[in-house]
């Protein structure tokens, strides 16, 4: 994570892209239009008037430069997320781009999502708003090691300190038989790696969903996912066996994951044939 305070420029990066160019436009009619409009005497507050005046231009200019970032920087998440085609692809993450993810899912959900990016986290990594809840998420990008209670009995603490509604705790495998139980009856959530794809998985058909204009192109947009993992199936082509020259859907996983389609299945994105 970036070190010390966030500067507006970061800040600016890490929002939606729009926020640059409101925050631009509102400075722009600010020193443009409504500081002219201000009468004094004061010969001291009219020269700095019109000095700030005469910057308005500039301020504006200079907020405009994040918009353009910070919109690949979103679309960059939103690719971060429609990627993933199993747990191994998401615990190859580095541990930012796990929060990203984690972010951006939870985004597509209906959250207002608020991410960490700077400086010592205090054990919260991403803030979620909905329905006037306020929920506080942990993210642990162990590849191998199941998470523990104390890191459990952190987040109540977290939970407590932050006047917060809900805790969520989040990674790629697993936990204690402890933390389970620590967390249970509180308003503490454990999602771990199975849980965590399925979600990725639901929001990547929702995006789906949302693309398409009608019946018949859903069913053929979700007929090229794989149902075994999630990831686009692919055209192919048998090069040897009895079916050999017959054209097949093949998961784009191969070869972590073999699943397919015979001919008969077959569905386009463009259409049938």
């Known amino acids: 994570m970036r070190k ?3 500067k507006l420029f970061d800040l ?4 939606p892209w ?25 010969p001291f507050i009219n020269m700095f008037k019109a000095a700030f005046t005469n910057m308005g231009p500039f301020l504006s200019a200079l907020l405009l430069l994040p918009a353009p970032f910070a919109y690949f920087n979103g679309r960059r998440k939103r690719q971060l997320v429609d990627v993933q085609s199993d747990i191994d692809s998401i615990k190859a993450l580095s541990w930012k781009a796990f929060e990203e993810l984690v972010a951006e899912a939870y985004r597509r959900q209906g959250y207002r999502v ?12 991403v803030k979620l708003f909905k329905d006037n809840v306020v929920t506080l998420v942990q993210c642990k990008q162990w590849r191998s090691k199941n998470v523990g209670v104390s890191v459990i009995r952190e987040m109540f603490g977290v939970l407590t300190a932050q006047q917060a509604q809900k805790v969520i705790v989040i990674c790629c495998g697993g936990f204690t038989a402890d933390a389970v139980a620590f967390a249970d009856g509180k308003p503490i959530q454990l999602i771990g790696g199975t849980e965590l794809l399925t ?3 639901n929001v990547q058909v929702e995006l789906v969903m949302q693309q398409v ?12 996912l ?7 199936l692919v ?3 048998a090069k040897r066996g009895v079916n050999i020259g017959n054209s097949f859907l093949g998961c784009s996983a191969f070869p972590k994951c073999r699943f397919t389609k015979d001919s008969a299945n077959l569905l386009k994105i463009q259409g049938q044939k």
């Open 4 to 6: 010390g305070q966030p």
């Open 12 to 15: 600016l990066l890490d929002a």
């Open 18 to 42: 729009w926020v640059s160019v409101l925050l631009a436009a509102c400075t722009y009619l600010t020193f443009a239009f409504i500081f002219p409009l201000i009468e004094t005497n004061n």
């Open 114 to 125: 608020i991410e960490n990016g700077f400086g010592p986290d205090g054990g919260v990594d």
């Open 199 to 201: 979600m990725v998985k």
């Open 213 to 224: 204009s009608n019946t018949a192109e859903l069913v053929t947009a979700i007929n090229n």
């Open 226 to 232: 794989c149902p075994k993992c999630g990831a686009h």
């Open 235 to 237: 055209e192919r082509q």
